[in-house]
């Protein structure tokens, strides 16, 4: 009754399920090609990175080790601590379409389709390819999902809440037959989400560990488990040039080590833990999780406990117990489990959970579709009329306050804010920890003091300079200190070491000295991607092979 019921929806018209979800998912972009890019603090962070991580990609560097020009030209080493799979994606959008804005607009579109169809494809292991449709549609508008785009530009979270999904999905694959093609899936799926965003990663494998061990069969349970082991370990190996090098590097950086910022404190970050408006992130988080509660009330049928008996798909129930998982996170019931877990703490803020809660529940009121399409001609109709209402009120203020209310740049605003960017202030969080304010400002690449200097080249990770002969033992580079900066001449390597407020400083001899300063990868970063590299052609073996055993898949919901 509940997975079955009508098939009035959208029967008159002849377009694959899938298309709808499509089109659902580019419409509310609709802002963004009207009105221009959303525009929020994190915009300028985002982009800090985009710019040079695209010219290092044209100048060669398939990965960049050194943001060269933030800072006023000191640098930082930002690119090897924040996962780069949103900037592989920018900076192919770029590519194709020739500028930022197009770009930005293209990858919104990829990021959006992407996410929904995630959950399209998730939910129609489960229930008919109808009701899927409406739970990729309805994860298109969550408040939530828009909320990462519109008002809080959290880019990176909007690239991860859209991998994530295909993580469930193949897991969901796996818990009912085990696939090589699932295997890879899952294992290639969980990689990107590692690539594109850490926090995502912590909570959505902590939300896959409850869904598989409710979702599991207890016939092949070892055999499942096994295989879902070896897909999160390859999709890691697959991962490993990304998080090796941010783990080994890791007390290289500030963090929040030093002037640690009070509002990414996870203690002052759960949901309903105050309603007072001076949290404005807690605050408006609160507002958001109502938003949602209302939008996929009738979901909620299903913690029933006549309707939960009658569930036939465990896999249905195997979400709903996910989503009082993601509520309960979220909210300061979870508390002891967030001050034993020191990388649960590292994800900042428990309202991400709602980037979860926000994909489970379009599932849920998707399939509770019919079972209110039968209660209509009953005694529940009033109900049903006001629930309604509830819904559309969600839904316009989604519209009225997290769209209409954005702050958006046209094309040339845009632009213009992309001009601003090189040079700024990065993220103090991504500092090297030598690094003291205040930092001194320096007019010239080199200050070699009463020695005459002349740059032949400065590039990205590599700058030499000719320093004359002269007293002046060491000069001042205009670049933070790191460890992997090496500084050589003619006669072998220099010492390097930082200044006072965290500048490179190179010792040089008193003679004339041609100096050539490298960012160099250790050997512990090249084996890393060897290995990510054989990882990926193992997927990819996987897959293929899979693909040409041609394996049945198992059965879903009929539609």
Not at 33 to 55: E, M, V
Not at 107 to 117: C, E, I, K, N, R
Not at 242 to 250: N, Q, R, V
Not at 350 to 376: F, G, K
Request: hydrophobic share 50%.
């Amino acid at each position: 009754m509940i997975l079955h019921g009508t098939k009035t929806w959208t029967s008159a018209l002849r377009v694959p399920k899938a298309v709808w979800v499509i089109v659902a998912s580019l419409l509310i972009l609709a802002p963004v090609l009207l009105f221009g890019i959303p525009s929020n603090i994190d915009l300028s962070n985002h982009f800090r990175f985009a710019l040079p991580f695209y010219d290092a990609l044209q100048n060669g560097h398939v990965y960049p080790g050194w943001l060269a020009d933030s800072n006023s030209g000191y640098g930082d080493p930002s690119f090897r601590f924040y996962p780069p799979g949103t900037y592989y994606l920018l900076a192919g959008a770029r590519a194709l379409t020739g500028s930022w804005f197009s770009g930005s607009v293209l990858a919104f579109g990829v990021l959006s389709v992407l996410g929904s169809f995630g959950v399209y494809w998730w939910a129609r292991q489960l229930v008919s390819s109808q009701l899927a449709m409406w739970a990729g549609i309805l994860y298109a508008v969550a408040p939530y999902r828009l909320n990462e785009l519109y008002q809080a530009f959290l880019l990176a979270e909007f690239a991860g809440a859209a991998v994530l999904p295909f993580t469930f999905l193949f897991t969901e694959r796996l818990c009912t037959r085990v696939r090589l093609r699932d295997v890879g899936g899952l294992a290639a799926s969980y990689a990107i989400l590692v690539f594109t965003h850490l926090p995502l990663t912590v909570i959505g494998s902590m939300a896959l560990l409850v869904y598989t061990l409710i979702r599991i069969e207890q016939g092949r349970r070892w055999k499942t488990l096994i295989w879902l082991a070896v897909s999160l370990v390859l999709g890691l190996v697959a991962s490993a040039s990304y998080w090796s090098t941010m783990i080994s590097e890791l007390s290289w950086i500030r963090a929040d080590n030093i002037n640690p910022y009070s509002f990414v404190d996870y203690r002052s970050n759960f949901l309903l833990s105050t309603f007072s408006p001076e949290n404005l992130n807690v605050w408006w988080m609160n507002i958001l999780l109502l938003g949602t509660l209302a939008m996929f009330w009738p979901g909620f049928i299903f913690f029933r406990p006549s309707v939960w008996k009658s569930v036939p798909a465990r896999g249905l129930k195997a979400i709903g117990l996910v989503l009082v998982f993601t509520i309960a996170m979220g909210t300061q019931i979870s508390a002891p489990l967030w001050k034993l877990l020191r990388p649960l703490q590292e994800t900042q803020f428990p309202w991400r959970w709602l980037a979860l809660t926000s994909m489970v529940c379009p599932i849920l009121c998707a399939a509770a579709l019919p079972y209110w399409t039968n209660q209509w001609h009953g005694k529940m109709r009033p109900m049903i009329i006001a629930g309604a209402g509830i819904v559309a009120i969600s839904l316009a203020f989604s519209v009225s306050h997290i769209v209409r209310e954005a702050q958006y740049l046209k094309r040339a605003d845009f632009d213009a804010t992309l001009r601003a960017i090189p040079g700024s202030q990065g993220v103090m969080q991504w500092w090297p920890k030598w690094v003291n304010e205040p930092i001194r400002e320096m007019n010239q690449e080199v200050d070699a003091g009463s020695r005459t200097v002349s740059v032949k080249s400065w590039e990205a990770q590599k700058r030499v300079f000719l320093v004359e002969a002269g007293a002046t033992s060491e000069v001042r580079v205009r670049t933070f200190y790191y460890p992997l900066w090496t500084a050589t001449s003619d006669n072998g390597n220099l010492a390097v070491r930082p200044d006072t407020d965290g500048a490179l400083v190179v010792s040089v001899p008193p003679q004339k000295t041609a100096i050539v300063l490298e960012f160099r990868e250790p050997a512990r970063v090249r084996w890393a991607r060897v290995f990510s590299g054989l990882a990926w052609i193992g997927i990819l073996g996987l897959v293929s092979f899979g693909i040409i055993r041609r394996e049945t898949p198992p059965q879903v919901a009929a539609s």
